[in-house]
């Protein structure tokens, strides 16, 4: 049997990072193996690396390799990784088999966020987060799982506008799971920075972001606090454009009964076909700025202990 410190590896300077607590920011991939069409997601990855660095933090992209599970992957695995044709997408679920396979994969925001418990990693940057599917009630993403579980801050873009919105904002509350609006009272949707659909919070600055996670988690709760980020208004695309045809796509998922796994790839594939690429550079654009808030966010963290430090 293999325990999970067997088949880690952490990268030099996240190593370093660790060693002398620099704020960290956990990045996904299951975004490079299925999210994101090849070269833009190598290109993404790098972006998003930058977009924490720029900001005075570092970044920990965590992926599996050869069944490794990478917290800070170089350049050179990086590429592996955004070319690898065959990787899995690894939600908590699938650590044990990709281990036992020795195999490549991305993890999901659920993975990743399974592995940050593990590590102690506390703030992480995705693009959106899975949730309750359209095509089927029963299709409810593990990341929600994940958010209700465990105890770090999450920041998106909202949820996957593919997704029932409505049906994943109630999960969330039932998983006592806070929604918290950055700069804005409406949940975003992903490629719309608005969706008609209220956030339980509204804050305005990382450091408020820290300070009521902080009161979150004194309270009792043990779930995530979820920073929702509405992309920048140059790329977002209008709720009225992009809802007939995301009804489109998933008519066609429906009709090809493409589900499970699958299903987010496949609709978020086909988005940017429909819109000649458009979705893909809203879904880069947030990605960036979802990089760059969490780093910020890291940061507020480290200046609020170094604070509470000098005081008692
Ligand atoms: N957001 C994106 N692109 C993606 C995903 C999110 O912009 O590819 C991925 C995330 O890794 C998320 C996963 O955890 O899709 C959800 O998949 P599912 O619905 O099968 O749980
Ligand atoms: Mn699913």
């Known amino acids: ?78 590429d592996r990784l955004a070319n690898e044709r065959e990787a899995y997408k690894v939600g908590p679920r699938d650590f044990a088999t990709v281990i036992t396979e020795e195999a490549c994969g ?3 925001v659920a993975g990743t966020m399974f592995a940050c418990k593990q590590i102690n990693i506390r703030v992480f940057a995705t693009g959106g987060i899975g949730g309750v599917h359209r095509e089927s009630g029963f299709d409810i993403s593990a990341d ?34 806070p929604v918290i609006g950055y700069g804005t009272d409406e949940f975003p949707a992903f490629y719309s920075r608005d969706s008609g659909l209220e956030v339980s919070l509204r804050l305005n600055t990382p450091a408020e972001i820290v300070e009521f996670a902080k009161t979150h988690w004194s309270m ?19 709720r009225s454009e992009i809802e007939p045809l995301i009804k489109r796509v998933s008519d066609e998922a429906q009709e090809k009964e493409i589900h499970g796994k699958e299903l987010t790839p496949f609709l978020l594939q086909r988005l940017g076909a ?39």
Do not use: W
């Open 144 to 177: 929600l799982q994940a958010l209700a579980t465990i105890p770090m801050i999450v920041v998106c873009a909202g949820a996957k506008a593919i997704l029932d919105l409505p049906a994943t904002l109630e999960y969330l509350e039932t998983m006592s799971v």
């Open 220 to 238: 009792g709760p043990q779930s995530a606090v979820l920073v929702a980020n509405p992309l920048p208004a140059r790329e977002a695309i209008p």
């Open 1 to 78: 049997m293999l325990h999970l410190e067997d088949v880690l590896v952490k990268s030099s300077e996240v190593k370093r990072a660790m060693r002398i607590s620099l704020p960290m920011v956990a990045l996904e991939s299951t975004v490079l193996t299925h999210g994101l069409p090849r070269p833009q997601n190598l290109q993404l990855a790098h972006d998003m690396e930058r977009a924490v660095r720029e900001q005075g933090a570092t970044p920990a992209t965590i992926g599996f390799l050869d069944g490794y599970l990478h917290i800070g992957l170089t350049e050179g695995e990086l």
């Open 274 to 312: 429909l819109t000649q690429g458009k979705t893909v550079q809203a879904n880069l654009s947030l990605l960036r700025n979802n990089a760059r808030l969490a780093a910020q966010i890291a940061k507020a963290i480290r200046s609020s202990e170094r604070r509470r430090g000098s005081e008692g």
């Open 106 to 108: 991305g993890t999901t």
